[in-house]
């Protein structure tokens, strides 16, 4: 039997989109970002999915590791780099690029000696996101300082996040983009500047290394731009069944707290998918389901293991009837609309519990 909730993966919308996104990035190298289990993706099997690209790019040296583990060579950037002299050790046994975002990095660095020249380096620079990186005034010091180094690193490159580049044609980010230009001046290396959204935004941004992450996964970053109008296809869709069917009096409620009240005689359907699967509670709020297909709206409480949908106005649902919460027919972030949140938040919360199936 088939378990009752279950992310379908779709490896060809995963190729699809990095060919989209090559295509966008003009040829810049494509580095994936796999981080966070590939985004609930899964992230090995994400990653060998993601075969052609150039590079993978995760946030923990742990995820690093479950790439080597499992036979996966490919260039790997550790986006936040290492913290002490034993990940250092760790990252420099398996070849990983570190990025170095702060002086105490280079502190390790220098003391590391022939370890850290395994390791290419990509030096980190806030434009303005003020999260990670030197300030373009503290930058020339930290460049100086990885010169020096002795012996140099393999590789060195340069790269900056943007804050706002969801945002069309934001101001923040020509800003952003303008100081690194500025800060970045004379000086020849590689650089990478764009996420999902700096690829697809309207403000070009030259660089030699683009760095998505959502747009591989087919969700857009952009509020009021669709992912199939930028050619996205969605690679998960979450999936579950009918449990069970029920008619509903009018005035009788659904679920905790009986904060739905059937306005009519009604027909509920109970779906096995709740927030222990990572379906958010503030999803009730509004959001519709497909059941075999066609729009339900949620009624009722989220619970941990199951909704309610109200479909009164479709025939033939019974149990076992699937139901889709987001994916293919329905955007996620949609879904993400609706929970006050973001498709990113959505995707990443798919909980443990619920089996990857490849499509
Ligand atoms: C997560 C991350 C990305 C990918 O961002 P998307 O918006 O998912 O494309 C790129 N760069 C850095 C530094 C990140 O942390």
Redo the contacts with the bound molecule.
Sequence with gaps: MRPLIRAVINSHALRHNLRIIRARAAGARVIA?V?ANA?GHGLVSTALALGDADAL?V?RLEEALALRAAGIGARTLL?EGVFSFGELAEAAHEGLDLVVHDATQIDLLERADAVATRCALWLKIDTGMNRLGFAPREFPAALARIRNLSPAPRELRL?T?LACANERDDQVTRAQLERFRVATRGIDYEVSVA???GIFGAVPLGCHWV?????LYGAS?FADCSAQSLGLQPVMTLESSVIAVRHVARGESVGYGGSWVAPRDSQIAIVAAGYGDGVHRSLANGATVLVNGRRAPLTGRVSMDMLAADVSALNGVRVGTPVVLWGEGLPVEEAAQHAGTIA?ELLCSVSPRVPLEPR
């Design positions: 970002v981080k985004y790019a946030a986006l790269l996040h996420n999902s959204a760095r998505p992450g959502l747009a970053p990113y």
